[in-house]
């Protein structure tokens, strides 16, 4: 572990804003005490607590790795990984310590058409779909996709995620194969922790409505922790975290957990965050950490604010592809292709109106069309949530009229090619910086 510490720091080193995490005060004997809380008295095991654990993950000096994996293990047995407070506590930390993103203010879409661009007083509502995984199904890449059609229809979506880790195409991998080279945030002239990285959006080029934040670029401090979890026979909290720590701070999110006890749990642990001003957690009768096209779908939904006006701030319901106006269809027929190759063919052909789609005969072209159905009305689902969620939509049923529009339209591969050429310029940007330092 502290040969695989050293490497990190000679081969990529961090920020010295960012080691200021480093605490005298964490010392391997205080982690020792608060493992020990744990182990001993899981139940009083607070917030606080894991706020002061995680300080001390996030610091090699102040931990051996068979703590850190002691500490993932408990969590894990004792449940208390399942606890918003704890949830909560860790969030806080990471997203503290994460290279934080820029989110530029809006600009009017049809005076930038004009060629008069007029920016609005602030910036747009930036919402999120992400799936805790590990739901075991392989399904195809829908949030991704569903993030990019939402994008289309007038969402800023900034979709936080990672390669694969329990099926065959994670978002990262799906855009790999599509051509964008998902460049990490610009390190040369790094703001302070916890400030936003402006200088990550290229000058030449607007920002995309849709980008991916690839989660190993902006949380760099977990990389030392990779080998203790590759080495638990069982997920840890930092699966379940994943969700909870974007680094552009959403105000809305759509989360799919893959267990339905998770609900209460992660829509509380939005509750705690003050940013937050919206949020669905979802999850499939049949352990699908999306809003299923089988059949129906707990909703855990949270809208600050809602208690002044008499409500429930959370409230739980269920909805199904009838809420929709569309047809279930089995998991079956939305399974993930063989790898990101496949899915990167299917989500063209769902999204580009320039692709061939149809076959030379008409009987292979309505095969292929109804092929396709399942998938199509899967994602317009998701997209539908987001744009709920997001408030862009009023209901279910208009969600998908909106979806529908942004991909007939052109709009959603629009959003894609924006990101992906935004993506590539800021490559070359990079690129161009690495050839004048040497």
Known sequence: MEQTIQQQKTQDPLPTAIHSATQPQHTPDTFKRLLSKLVHSPTAFSRLDSIAAFEHLLDPSST??????????????TQRERDEEVLAGGAEVLRRHALLVHVPSDVDEEEEAQGRPHRRSGP??????????????????????????????GARVYKHGNRASTSSSGAADLLLALGCPLSPPNRTSLPPQGQADSSSSPSTLPDPPFRFLLAPHHHPLLAPLAPIRRSTPHRT???????????????????????????????????????????????????????????????????????????????????????????SH?????????????????????????????????????????????????????????????????????????????????????????????????????????????
Not at 242 to 256: D, E, F, K, Y
Not at 306 to 311: K, Q
Not at 352 to 377: F, Y
């Open 64 to 77: 051996y790795p068979h703590q850190i994996g002691s500490f993932l293990t408990a969590l894990h047995i």
């Open 237 to 327: 909290i930092l699966n379940l975290l994943g969700p909870l720590v974007n680094p552009c701070r959403p105000s809305a999110l759509v989360i799919g957990v893959a267990r339905p006890e998770l609900g209460p749990t992660f829509v509380r642990a939005l509750k705690l965050d003050e940013t937050v001003q919206r949020a669905w957690v979802v999850c499939g009768f049949e352990g699908l950490d999306e809003v299923s096209c089988a059949g129906k779908t707990r909703v855990w939904e949270f809208v600050r604010g809602r208690a002044s006006e008499g409500e429930e701030e959370i409230r739980e319901f269920v909805i199904e592809p009838s809420s929709f106006g569309l047809d």
């Open 124 to 153: 747009r509502l930036v919402v999120d779909i992400v799936g805790t995984g590990g739901d075991g199904h392989d399904t195809f890449n829908v949030s991704t996709t569903a993030a990019v059609i939402a994008a289309g229809a």
């Open 330 to 438: 089995p998991l079956e027929r939305v399974k993930s292709g063989k790898g990101p190759e496949d899915n990167a063919r299917t989500f063209e052909r769902l999204l580009n109106p320039n692709t061939d789609k149809n076959a030379e005969k008409e009987a292979q072209e309505l095969e292929q069309e109804e092929a396709l159905r399942p998938v199509m009305e899967f994602v317009l689902m998701n997209a539908s949530a987001v744009l709920v969620v997001s408030g862009l939509a009023t209901d279910l049923v208009q969600g998908v009229q909106m979806a529908r529009e942004s991909i007939t339209s052109g709009r959603a591969w629009r959003a894609f090619c924006s990101f992906r050429e935004w993506d590539q310029v800021q490559q070359q940007q990079q690129q161009q910086q690495q050839q004048q330092q040497q």
